[in-house]
């Protein structure tokens, strides 16, 4: 996500799946980003939890920190044998945005999140909480 430095951020959209969220800049840019899994599995990538949306929306994006993928513990929501999670930090100069992905697939093949510029999906909601 690091797409986003030097961006002020004035909405967060998010498909109803919660496979693809956008970024909305004050210049109107549609930052996107895509979840997607390798195929010979049934897996599943979404964002799973956001946390820090005050500190994200009105406010320009000085850096942004990926901690790597790392196993998580199964849920019931999961559909494989493996869950992992992998977070970003959002760092503006009101705080932070942590922005979670989930992936479960079966330990061999996984998942991936793609930047997508200019994107313009339709059936986006408006994020207007932490989840």
């Known amino acids: 996500m690091k797409e986003l430095v030097g961006e002020t951020i004035t909405q967060l959209l998010i498909s ?8 909305v800049t004050n210049t ?3 930052l996107g980003y895509v979840t997607n899994g390798n195929t010979c599995n049934h897996q599943y990538v979404w964002f799973y939890h956001i946390a820090g949306l005050d500190a994200l929306l009105g406010s320009k994006v000085v850096r942004v920190e990926e901690k790597p993928w790392h196993d998580v513990e199964l849920e019931d929501c999961c559909y494989d044998e493996i869950e992992e999670a992998i977070v970003w930090t ?3 100069p009101k705080g932070y945005f942590d922005v979670e992905v989930r992936n479960s697939h079966n330990g061999y093949y996984g998942g991936y999140v793609f930047f997508h510029e ?10 207007t909480k932490d989840f």
Not at 16 to 23: H, I, L, N, T
Not at 119 to 126: F, G, I, L, S, T
């Open 16 to 23: 109803k799946d919660k496979m693809q969220p956008m970024f």
């Open 28 to 30: 109107d840019k549609r």
């Open 90 to 92: 959002i760092y503006t």
């Open 118 to 127: 200019d994107a313009k999906w339709d059936d986006m909601v408006p994020v």
